[in-house]
């Protein structure tokens, strides 16, 4: 079975802060995403990272994909209250055919931002 | 194109009756899939479908769960006897299936509260 642990599962931080959420697995996946998700709504997509010690940047938001494609951070520099929400990793999985498959995702990490 | 559309939002039922979930896709994309969500948790993967074609079934899905995309476009989910344990929010999202991976689109979900 493949699971993806998320930590810390919550974290409540002042606004300005620097914070780094971590996404470990004993699986190797094809590539990994990870999506915000607020109240009542489905998650949305931030990045996609797929080669091994790639890191991407969005803004604020700084991703990282490990070098044996197991596991990922995403830090967040000076956060905001905007920024609260649940943050999810997902590995994607392949089939034998080498064709994409579907996703798994993390257990999550809710993010209060306190203005 | 109006993005995944998943109806009703809110499903208010009594411990035994059957309820049926509807979901439409963003009309490009072959795949369509349905997760179960916690509160505060990662999305549990269900089902997916790749065109008409269930291609993959979770153990969670037990014989009272059923999903279908008769015509390759919309699909549903049903739940047969429910249990308070099938409360939850239930999430469909679309993708395109295939070699390259270009992430999910989700819905807003359909909460469903088993009373």
């Known amino acids: 079975t493949q699971l993806l642990e998320q930590s810390p599962q919550f974290l409540s931080i002042q606004e300005g802060e620097n914070l780094t959420v971590y996404c470990n697995s004993s699986?190797?996946?094809?590539?990994l995403q990870w999506y915000r998700q607020e109240p009542g709504e489905g998650p949305v997509l931030l990045v996609t990272?797929?080669?091994?010690?790639e890191v991407k940047k969005l803004k604020r938001l700084t991703f990282q994909f490990g070098d044996a494609r197991k596991d990922s951070s995403l830090h967040i520099t000076a956060a905001q209250p905007g920024d609260t929400g649940l943050y999810l990793c997902?590995?994607?999985?392949?089939?034998?055919?080498?064709?994409?498959?579907?996703?798994?995702f993390g257990t999550g990490t809710l993010l209060a931002v306190q203005p | 194109d109006t993005g995944v559309s998943q109806d009703p939002r809110h499903k208010i039922t009594k411990r035994g009756q059957n309820v049926t979930f509807r979901c439409d896709p963003i009309?490009?994309?072959?795949?369509l899939y349905w997760y179960r969500q916690t509160l505060g948790q990662g999305p549990e993967f269900l089902t997916y479908?790749?065109?008409?074609?269930?291609?993959?079934k979770s153990r969670l899905l037990s014989d009272r769960f059923s999903a279908e995309r008769p015509k390759g476009s919309f699909s549903t989910l049903e739940i047969q006897r429910t249990e308070q344990g099938d409360s939850a929010m239930y999430l469909c999202?679309?993708?395109?299936?295939?070699?390259?991976?270009?992430?999910?689109?989700f819905g807003s979900g359909t909460r469903l509260t088993v009373v």
């Open positions: 999202a679309s993708s395109l299936g295939g070699q390259v991976f270009y992430g999910y689109t």
């Open positions: 699986s190797v996946f094809s590539s």
């Open positions: 990272v797929v080669t091994g010690g």
């Open positions: 997902a590995g994607l999985t392949m089939n034998y055919g080498g064709a994409t498959n579907k996703l798994i």
């Open positions: 009309s490009e994309h072959n795949r």
């Open positions: 479908f790749q065109n008409e074609a269930q291609l993959e």
